[in-house]
T-cell receptor, first 111, second 115 residues
């Protein structure tokens, strides 16, 4: 079983919809939680970072962490065609340097 | 462009050949990381450097793989005797020491195809 599980999709929604992306994890040592966006044939780009449990909002993006359930989410409001990409969750433990990634969810926003 | 750069962007090689990739981190970043990403999967950690010291290596980094960062600036990743299973995107990232794992900025990657 992988440390981080993420539904690979693909997920296709109409423009303007609210998108919910999720990851579950098994390692209770994870303290830092990140969401990256990756366009085709490009490197991952950091979208959101959250430490421990709670919510964080940045424009149309909201990240949620529930450590008790080992579950994290990314919500995208008013989705745009330019949001079409693969979204990767990533985590790390305190003091650790490596990121552990989920498989990535491929998202398409249809105009 | 002050981001992480990688060279080459694409490499096609025959099985058994050696290949070398280069990564230039963001100039003030003293930590440098290598990841491998296969099709449809998330990146997997390979190794990281703090300045010129290689501080952690994944068990994914077999004896055929070697990474260096001789002067604490750019890094190279060499794969000897390539195998078809080595075909992947090789990603480099860099960060400031204080930012740690959460402050990693990724380069565009080098896509390796082994025929």
């Amino acid at each position: 079983q992988k440390e981080v599980e993420q539904d690979p999709g693909p997920l296709s929604v109409p423009e303007g919809a609210i998108v919910s992306l999720n990851c579950t994890y098994s390692n209770s040592a994870f303290q830092y939680f990140m969401w990256y966006r990756q366009y085709s044939r490009k490197g991952p780009e950091l979208l959101m970072y959250t430490y421990s449990s709670g919510n964080k909002e940045d424009g149309r993006f909201t990240a949620q962490v529930d450590k008790s359930s080992k579950y994290i989410s990314l919500f995208i409001r008013d989705s745009q065609p330019s949001d079409s990409a693969t979204y990767l969750c990533a985590m790390s433990a305190r003091g650790a340097q490596k990121l552990v990634f989920g498989q990535g969810t491929r998202l398409t926003i249809n105009p | 462009d002050t981001g992480v750069s990688q060279d080459p962007r694409h490499k096609i090689t025959k099985r058994g050949q050696n290949v070398t990739f280069r990564c230039d981190p963001i100039s003030e970043h003293n930590r440098l990381y290598w990841y491998r990403q296969t099709l449809g999967q998330g990146p997997e950690f390979l190794t990281y450097f703090q300045n010129e010291a290689q501080l952690e290596k994944s068990r994914l980094l077999s004896d055929r793989f070697s990474a260096e960062r001789p002067k604490g600036s750019f890094s190279t990743l060499e794969i000897q005797r390539t195998e078809q299973g080595d075909s992947a995107m090789y990603l480099c990232a860099s960060s400031l020491e204080l930012a740690g794992a959460r402050g990693q900025f990724f380069g565009p990657g080098t896509r390796l195809t082994v025929l």
